[in-house]
């Protein structure tokens, strides 16, 4: 096998405004997305390009809807107003018994009365009154518009199985009816106000008044039936009730009288036994508490008597005898004291003293002991008396407790009866005004504004229509070209190839057969395939070599590679494309005749071994060439043919062989190359698909540039990676070329005004734009 060896690179040099491929295209970098966002321009650009897809929706939409308002039945719509009160004046001074005691703030009443404005039983008593279920209106469709009879032809193909069963009837009403007649009636709140509008859709508008005006007057009718019936119905159940209460008086007042005389109560005593129980009650409690204070005074004295405290006693400070003897006793005993220290004990006046101190101190003692049984006295009958208080309240406590018990229970059946007394006179009273107010039936519904015959349909509103139509399609179509928009993953303009893949875009060639296709005049075709390839024919008939603008996408495409580096132009470049079907060979065809018409001397090399098409291109020989000069069978100065209408000189892929990817990335490919390097200006290398071929990355190292091809349909990752290849193998992606889009589209117009008017001029007229 032939080793495969490298060609050294120099490094790539690019313009200030683009970043080196390598280092954008790394193994694990992020893809390379348009990291601005999206903008005005690109919303503009997205509704351009998908401009027929929106008008085309836009006019369906359009039409559809003209077809079906004008198709459409018209329909007048009458009006009344009515006022709903929370609750209806007031006759009597009473509150009615429906429920209408709800305030402003209270919805749920005012959600009842629109539901009863929609109820099923007052349509089917309008229907029934106006005799409205054998018109047309109601019933066939006879005169309804064409849209209505296939809407109900429509709708009884899909419920003729409900229509086996019979349909259920509202007071003789079919329900058909009844529906239909919902479906034409409106019930409108006025936010805000307690007015309703009540409204009704016809094609005769005096119809439609007739119906509004025979709704409200049964609903107003409908409210006067219900606050009746609910009148009638207290009365009756009032009526029971008072039987009821009847008998209940008269148990409870039973009941009263008899527990009264089983406890031997009078009614007009109760107060003042309770008033007599309470004197007696604080009379013993001011005795107890005097007999306590006595008995406490007792019980203190008698621990001063035990602990030989006499002196203040007050019984003995008040006891005149002990008042006397005290002192008595207090002078003998000081003459006694006196005389012993002078006499002897024998002494007649001394036992005389002595004698008297005796009798006097005995007599003291005596006294003091009646004061301290006096004393013990008082407090045994303190204490005594204490007990006798405390039982006494006790019983009294008992004594009024049960008292107390048999006035509760006779204030309980007292207020049973009394209650209950209070109970029938209410009922019988309230009994007799709704009787009374029966008798003036008053709603709390007024109508305020009858409904008159419509000057004007109110349906189909053929301007909202279309206008709605058409903004809800122009907004689908908007939205549906921003999701293709965002689906289509192609590079379609020379901006994304810039910003998805960070290299320079050498020029935009269009799709010759969508041209000749999409152009009516082959006269216009010519032109304009002229000014772009510069050829009449692809496969080698002779220019004019002196033709103004022939070949400028080619030509551009020249005049960015001459430039693609400072210094000198690249000499050596491979033309390659992500994958097959892309247009690579035929931009390396012309791209070498746009060289080739500066007069330098160049060479297009067919490298792509396995489906070589350039030597088709160029109508010329193909039975020897490259890969025979790689074998070795031919030598390299013998292989070229002279392309002589192009001034271009072609080696061609010549015979196939089994071996394409050794022979093309083996050292005989890299000889091969400086050989012809020595002998021409330009060396153009037509290669095989980057996708599917190996030898492409090899043949890209020995070469100077690469211009990567990129067709309008292909996928733009498969870009991107083919790009990310060449980064890693060294290679210096000069720039891509975006081929076959179609000038025809929004995005390209500027090539498309300029191509045509250019071409127009040079004919001496001016050819219009596509």
């Keep these: 096998m032939p080793e495969i060896v490298p060609y050294p690179t120099p490094h790539p040099i690019h313009p200030s405004s683009w970043v080196p491929s390598t280092a954008l295209l790394t193994p694990g970098s992020a893809p390379l997305t348009m990291s601005d966002g999206i903008g005005l321009a690109d919303c503009w650009r997205i509704i351009r390009r998908y401009r027929r897809l929106i008008v085309t929706l836009l006019s369906v939409a359009l039409l559809l809807t003209g077809v079906v308002v004008f198709l459409s039945e018209r329909n007048f719509t009458a009006s009344a107003i009515v006022l709903i009160e929370p609750e209806p004046p007031q006759v ?63 709708a009884r193909f899909f419920n003729s199985t409900q229509e086996l069963a019979a349909a259920p009837e509202t007071d003789g009403v079919r329900s058909s009816a009844i529906d239909a007649y919902l479906g034409r009636l409106t019930i409108e709140p006025l936010i805000g106000t307690r007015l309703v509008k009540v409204s009704f859709s016809a094609p005769d508008p005096r119809l439609a008044a007739r119906i509004a005006n025979a709704h409200v007057r049964h609903f107003v009718q409908q409210g006067i039936q219900l606050r009746s019936e609910s009148r009638r119905a207290a009365v009756e159940f009032l009526e029971n009730q008072l ?93 006694y004291a006196n005389l012993s220290t002078a006499f002897k004990p024998k002494y007649p006046k001394l036992a005389e003293l002595k004698a008297q101190l005796k009798e006097s101190t005995r007599s003291l003692n005596n006294e003091m002991k009646q004061v301290a049984k006096a004393i013990l006295r008082d407090y045994s009958a303190a204490a005594d008396q204490e007990r006798e208080l405390r039982t006494e309240i006790s019983a009294e406590k008992e004594r009024d407790l049960a008292q107390n018990d048999a006035s509760v229970q006779d204030a309980t059946l007292a207020r049973e009866v009394e209650t209950n007394r209070e109970l029938y006179k209410n009922v019988l009273l309230r009994m007799q005004q709704i009787q009374i107010g029966e008798q ?79 152009t009516t005049s082959q006269q216009r075709f010519d032109g304009v395939r002229k000014f772009l390839l ?9 220019p004019t070599a002196h033709e103004p603008g022939r070949g400028d996408v080619y030509r551009s495409i020249r005049t960015a590679l001459m430039f693609s580096r ?21 931009t390396a065809v012309h791209a070498a005749t746009a060289f080739a018409q500066t007069g330098a001397k160049t060479l297009l090399i067919d490298a792509d071994l396995r489906r070589a098409q350039c030597h088709e291109a160029l109508g010329a020989d193909n039975s020897a060439g490259l890969s025979e000069v790689l074998v070795g069978q031919l030598e390299p100065g013998n292989s070229v043919r002279y392309i002589e209408d192009r001034n271009l000189f072609l080696l061609s892929a010549g015979s196939c062989v089994p071996n394409p990817a050794e022979l093309l990335t083996s050292n005989k490919m890299l000889e091969v190359i400086r050989f012809f390097s020595e002998q021409y200006q330009y060396i153009l290398i ?27 349909a292909t996928p733009k990752q498969s870009v991107r990676r083919a790009a990310e290849r060449l980064a890693l193998a060294g290679a210096n992606v000069l720039g891509v070329v975006l081929n076959r889009v179609d000038i025809h589209h929004p995005d390209h117009r500027e090539y498309t005004r300029y191509y045509f008017t250019y071409e127009g001029d040079r004919r001496g007229t001016v050819a219009p734009g596509p």
């Design 686 to 712: 037509d290669s095989a698909p980057l996708m599917y071929a190996s030898d492409t990355v090899g043949i890209a190292t020995m070469a100077d540039g690469v211009v990567l091809v990129a067709g309008s």
């Design 243 to 335: 039987v009821q209460i009847r008998q209940r008086v008269q148990q409870s007042e039973a009941a009263l009288n008899t527990y009264r005389h089983q406890k031997g109560i009078v009614a007009f005593d109760v107060e003042d036994t309770n008033k007599i129980s309470q004197g007696r009650m604080e009379d013993l409690t001011r005795a107890l508490t005097e007999a306590e204070t006595k008995r406490i005074n007792a019980e203190s004295q008698m621990q001063q008597v035990k602990n030989g405290d006499y002196d203040s006693l007050p019984q003995v400070i008040a006891n005149p005898a002990i008042t006397v003897l005290k002192p008595q006793v207090r002078n003998l005993q000081a003459e």
């Design 566 to 586: 400072a210094g000198a132009p690249p000499q050596k470049m491979l033309i390659t494309s992500a994958i097959e079907g892309e247009g690579k060979t035929w």
């Design 534 to 542: 510069g050829s009449e024919r692809a496969t080698g008939t002779s």
């Design 440 to 518: 003036a039936p008053v709603t709390n519904i007024s109508v305020v504004d009858r409904a008159a015959p419509p000057l004007r349909p109110s349906t189909p509103k053929k301007k909202r229509d279309l206008l709605i139509s058409g903004l809800l399609a122009l907004v689908c179509g908007i939205a549906l070209a921003f999701i293709l928009d965002h689906l289509d993953n192609r590079l379609k303009t020379s901006e994304e190839v810039e910003q998805y893949l960070r290299l320079p875009n050498l020029a935009v060639a269009p799709d010759f057969a969508m041209l000749h296709r999409a």
């Design 92 to 154: 009597l001074d009473i509150r009615e018994l429906i429920s209408e005691s709800g305030s402003t703030d209270d919805h749920d009443y005012y959600k009842t009365q629109y539901d009863l404005l929609k109820s099923r039983d007052l349509a089917a008593g309008v229907i029934r009154e106006l005799n409205l279920e054998s018109t047309e209106l109601l019933g066939s469709t006879g005169s309804a518009g064409f849209v209505a009879k296939i809407w109900a032809i429509f």
